[in-house]
């Protein structure tokens, strides 16, 4: 396979609100570059990077796709992320590997939610970006209308270098205020274009235009500034020198428009990729760890080999395969490296260049490229790989907290280690989807983003691993505690022949405050107990605290004193006395006015103003108290604090309510004593469950 320089590669994400056309596009990118001969479509389940069952199923990406192309003898490397919330996850872990990232735009809806959650990864992770604004053969498409959302959104440094003449149906042409051409695409779809002189009746807006572009590009760098302040003008050489400039400062933010169904507009967005965007060098050095110390890592193809594994694939088509983003250095097939997130070796055996599910022998991956390891023994999504003489760490992939949570057990007994194998592996594939085998609560919880997220992970379950489980509601994580004081003394005696038990052990419990936990007193004083007991007693205390006294859940903000009690010099024991302070410990939580507490977590939900009504009168009926609101650019925040045991299906509501166009996010905050109706609720169910 042909090799390519660092400065000859690009590295591009497509990120964006769902159904924004990012696989379109990236469809449209694989035919006008000549990569295939068949335009491929998500309705017929057809097209290069959404090829797994699930999202020919359902029409939508699931996972993150590696495609490239070459253009104009440039390397580009896509990666085609989803953009359903559920797997924002993916979208993470493709960013990672890219240098720049295109952010779509729906051309009839404009900035949505979606675009919102996309730009908060791509600040975090400090990736330059710019705009496609799609869609524009639709019919109430509005070009002008999606320029002023995103720049109300993201500021002025959002710029359009061209816009479309005849947006809508008939949507075929283009004025590129970069070449200041009319710019008109073949209708049969082929990409191929034509150019002309710019018409009477555009050249004032199209004056216009490159007036703003060319302001923001000369303000992008000093001595550019001070040349158009002198001339009034930039050269081609000056504006694709400011224009890299401000798109790795991330001071601009450049439009582009087509219509990827069409495939108008696709070879333009090529040549602006190659022509200014940056190659890995451009955004060189990055910074990484080694031997605890911050070091950077530069781009050179010649140094001590690095690289981060930002995507497991286990697939039957496939097979397992490690996706890596070289940042230095050359590995290649038979080298022994290092994992240094794991501080073990690994050998490199076949290494590939994929186009979705196809795959391309290339024997070795430079600085800056991206590639295909075959499976490794002990690496992981977002571990390092680094050579043995620099053993540097790149910062792992940080993942969202989950908002969703499934309880899973077996259908068929006898499958339980089938379950957490499985799963087990799914999460290392998908380290967004997290397994708990919660011991308090003696269930397997799986969490993830979304409910389809989890149904998916479950289908998987049962097509590699042959097994089925039963979806339950997750037990709440409820917590016992008392109101008052109590003061109860409990006489352990048996007597059956031989060795018998005695213990007396005389017990105080008051309430703590909030969050305080549990502790345990002695205060026994003149060898009442001996002090070799007093553990025993701690011991079966501390049993209770974790069964419950009242319906079966752990007791917190709770005292318990040991100030008297009984021994007898031969019956007296460790069981005796562990069952005594067992006992009475349990009789006092009954009789200290006891309640449950729910968990109440902190929900932040971001929305368009329209849905906020629905929104916070639906929080309202989940039991929760408003916090707060705001606007965050078009859309605005409510924050609330909610009973976790009424967010269950809150991520499917939210979706429901407001067509897909709310996110939210939820993270623990305190425990709340339960409402009364509730709480005798759940202690019957609880006393059912135990008769059972």
Same mark, same amino acid.
């Given at each position: 396979?042909?090799?390519?320089?660092?400065?000859?590669?690009?590295?591009?994400?497509?990120?964006?609100?769902?159904?924004?056309?990012?696989?379109?596009?990236?469809?449209?990118?694989?035919?006008?570059?000549?990569?295939?001969?068949?335009?491929?479509?998500?309705?017929?389940?057809?097209?290069?990077?959404?090829?797994?069952?699930?999202?020919?199923?359902?029409?939508?990406?699931?996972?993150?796709?590696?495609?490239?192309?070459?253009?104009?003898?440039?390397?580009?490397?896509?990666?085609?992320?989803?953009?359903?919330?559920?797997?924002?996850?993916?979208?993470?872990?493709?960013?990672?590997?890219?240098?720049?990232?295109?952010?779509?735009?729906?051309?009839?809806?404009?900035?949505?939610?979606?675009?919102?959650?996309?730009?908060?990864?791509?600040?975090?992770?400090?990736?330059?970006?710019?705009?496609?604004?799609?869609?524009?053969?639709?019919?109430?498409?509005?070009?002008?209308?999606?320029?002023?959302?995103?720049?109300?959104?993201?500021?002025?440094?959002?710029?359009?270098?061209?816009?479309?003449?005849?947006?809508?149906?008939?949507?075929?042409?283009?004025?590129?205020?970069?070449?200041?051409?009319?710019?008109?695409?073949?209708?049969?779809?082929?990409?191929?274009?034509?150019?002309?002189?710019?018409?009477?009746?555009?050249?004032?807006?199209?004056?216009?235009?490159?007036?703003?572009?060319?302001?923001?590009?000369?303000?992008?760098?000093?001595?550019?500034?001070?040349?158009?302040?002198?001339?009034?003008?930039?050269?081609?050489?000056?504006?694709?020198?400011?224009?890299?400039?401000?798109?790795?400062?991330?001071?601009?933010?450049?439009?582009?428009?087509?219509?990827?169904?069409?495939?108008?507009?696709?070879?333009?967005?090529?040549?602006?990729?190659?022509?200014?965007?940056?190659?890995?060098?451009?955004?060189?050095?990055?910074?990484?760890?080694?031997?605890?110390?911050?070091?950077?890592?530069?781009?050179?193809?010649?140094?001590?080999?690095?690289?981060?594994?930002?995507?497991?694939?286990?697939?039957?088509?496939?097979?397992?395969?490690?996706?890596?983003?070289?940042?230095?250095?050359?590995?290649?097939?038979?080298?022994?490296?290092?994992?240094?997130?794991?501080?073990?070796?690994?050998?490199?055996?076949?290494?590939?260049?994929?186009?979705?599910?196809?795959?391309?022998?290339?024997?070795?991956?430079?600085?800056?490229?991206?590639?295909?390891?075959?499976?490794?023994?002990?690496?992981?999504?977002?571990?390092?790989?680094?050579?043995?003489?620099?053993?540097?760490?790149?910062?792992?992939?940080?993942?969202?907290?989950?908002?969703?949570?499934?309880?899973?057990?077996?259908?068929?007994?006898?499958?339980?280690?089938?379950?957490?194998?499985?799963?087990?592996?799914?999460?290392?594939?998908?380290?967004?989807?997290?397994?708990?085998?919660?011991?308090?609560?003696?269930?397997?919880?799986?969490?993830?983003?979304?409910?389809?997220?989890?149904?998916?992970?479950?289908?998987?379950?049962?097509?590699?691993?042959?097994?089925?489980?039963?979806?339950?509601?997750? =037990?709440? %994580?409820?917590?016992?505690?008392?109101?008052?004081? @109590? +003061?109860?003394?409990? /006489?352990?005696? $048996?007597?059956? !022949?031989?060795?018998?038990?005695?213990?007396?052990?005389?017990?105080?419990?008051?309430?703590?405050?909030?969050?305080?936990?549990?502790?345990?007193?002695?205060?026994?004083?003149?060898?009442?107990?001996?002090?070799?007991?007093?553990?025993?007693?701690?011991?079966?205390?501390?049993?209770?605290?974790?069964?419950?006294?009242?319906?079966?859940?752990?007791?917190?903000?709770?005292?318990?004193?040991?100030?008297?009690?009984?021994?007898?010099?031969?019956?007296?024991?460790?069981?005796?006395?562990?069952?005594?302070?067992?006992?009475?410990?349990?009789?006092?939580?009954?009789?200290?006015?006891?309640?449950?507490?729910?968990?109440?977590?902190?929900?932040?939900? =971001?929305? %368009?103003?329209?849905?906020?009504?629905?929104?916070? @009168? +639906?929080?309202?009926? /989940?039991?929760? $108290?408003?916090? !707060?609101?705001?606007?965050?650019?078009?859309?605005?925040?409510?924050?609330?604090?909610?009973?976790?045991?009424?967010?269950?299906?809150?991520?499917?509501?939210?979706?429901?309510?407001?067509?897909?166009?709310?996110?939210?996010?939820?993270?623990?905050?305190?425990?709340?004593?339960?409402?009364?109706?509730?709480?005798?609720?759940?202690?019957?169910?609880?006393?059912?469950?135990?008769?059972?």
């Amino acid at each position: 396979m042909k090799e390519y320089s660092v400065d000859k590669i690009r590295n591009v994400g497509l990120v964006g609100h769902g159904d924004a056309g990012k696989t379109t596009l990236a469809e449209a990118i694989l035919f006008s570059s000549g990569a295939t001969n068949r335009f491929g479509s998500v309705d017929d389940g057809t097209t290069v990077s959404d090829y797994s069952n699930d999202e020919i199923e359902r029409k939508i990406s699931v996972s993150t796709s590696l495609l490239y192309v070459d253009w104009k003898s440039h390397k580009v490397n896509v990666l085609d992320t989803p953009g359903y919330f559920d797997f924002i996850g993916e979208v993470r872990c493709g960013i990672r590997a890219a240098d720049i990232a295109i952010v779509l735009l729906n051309g009839v809806a404009g900035v949505e939610v979606g675009t919102d959650l996309v730009w908060e990864v791509l600040n975090d992770l400090g990736i330059p970006r710019f705009f496609y604004v799609n869609h524009l053969n639709k019919e109430h498409a509005d070009f002008d209308k999606t320029i002023s959302d995103a720049q109300e959104s993201y500021g002025n440094g959002v710029v359009a270098l061209n816009f479309p003449v005849n947006q809508g149906e008939e949507f075929n042409s283009i004025i590129d205020v970069l070449r200041m051409k009319k710019v008109t695409f073949s209708a049969d779809g082929s990409g191929k274009y034509t150019m002309e002189d710019i018409p009477a009746d555009l050249q004032s807006k199209a004056d216009d235009m490159r007036m703003q572009f060319v302001e923001k590009v000369a303000e992008s760098n000093d001595e550019l500034l001070e040349k158009y302040f002198e001339a009034g003008e930039l050269t081609d050489e000056d504006i694709a020198k400011g224009l890299k400039t401000g798109l790795v400062s991330k001071a601009i933010f450049p439009v582009l428009c087509g219509a990827a169904t069409k495939n108008v507009g696709t070879q333009l967005l090529l040549d602006f990729i190659t022509d200014y965007c940056p190659s890995p060098k451009d955004v060189s050095p990055i910074i990484a760890e080694e031997d605890g110390k911050e070091v950077e890592v530069v781009t050179d193809e010649n140094g001590e080999f690095a690289g981060l594994v930002f995507k497991t694939l286990s697939e039957k088509h496939l097979g397992e395969l490690s996706l890596i983003r070289a940042f230095s250095g050359t590995i290649k097939s038979g080298d022994d490296v290092v994992n240094v997130t794991q501080d073990s070796t690994e050998k490199i055996g076949q290494i590939y260049t994929l186009i979705g599910r196809e795959r391309k022998d290339i024997g070795s991956i430079r600085a800056g490229d991206i590639g295909a390891l075959v499976k490794l023994k002990n690496t992981q999504t977002g571990d390092t790989l680094a050579s043995k003489k620099k053993k540097v760490k790149i910062k792992p992939i940080d993942f969202p907290t989950p908002v969703v949570e499934m309880a899973v057990s077996p259908k068929t007994k006898g499958d339980e280690d089938k379950i957490s194998t499985g799963l087990s592996t799914l999460n290392l594939i998908d380290p967004s989807f997290t397994v708990t085998i919660d011991p308090e609560l003696h269930q397997t919880v799986i969490s993830g983003q979304g409910e389809v997220h989890l149904l998916i992970i479950l289908k998987r379950l049962k097509e590699r691993y042959g097994v089925e489980v039963e979806r339950k509601k997750p =037990k709440i %994580p409820y917590r016992e505690t008392i109101t008052a004081n @109590g +003061d109860e003394k409990y /006489r352990h005696k $048996k007597q059956s !022949g031989g060795a018998g038990q005695f213990a007396e052990v005389w017990m105080r419990i008051e309430p703590m405050n909030r969050g305080e936990g549990f502790e345990f007193v002695s205060k026994v004083v003149g060898g009442s107990i001996s002090s070799v007991f007093i553990p025993s007693i701690e011991k079966g205390v501390r049993q209770i605290i974790v069964e419950g006294a009242v319906a079966g859940y752990k007791i917190v903000d709770t005292r318990a004193i040991v100030y008297d009690g009984k021994e007898h010099p031969v019956d007296s024991k460790d069981i005796a006395f562990q069952i005594a302070g067992r006992e009475v410990f349990k009789m006092l939580v009954k009789k200290a006015k006891p309640i449950l507490l729910e968990p109440i977590y902190d929900v932040e939900v =971001k929305c %368009p103003e329209e849905n906020m009504g629905d929104i916070m @009168g +639906d929080i309202s009926t /989940r039991r929760g $108290k408003i916090a !707060g609101m705001g606007a965050s650019g078009r859309f605005q925040v409510v924050k609330a604090q909610i009973p976790l045991a009424e967010l269950h299906d809150y991520s499917t509501s939210l979706r429901s309510m407001t067509q897909g166009r709310a996110t939210y996010t939820r993270e623990f905050s305190h425990y709340d004593p339960m409402p009364k109706d509730l709480e005798a609720k759940v202690i019957a169910e609880s006393k059912e469950e135990d008769e059972k």
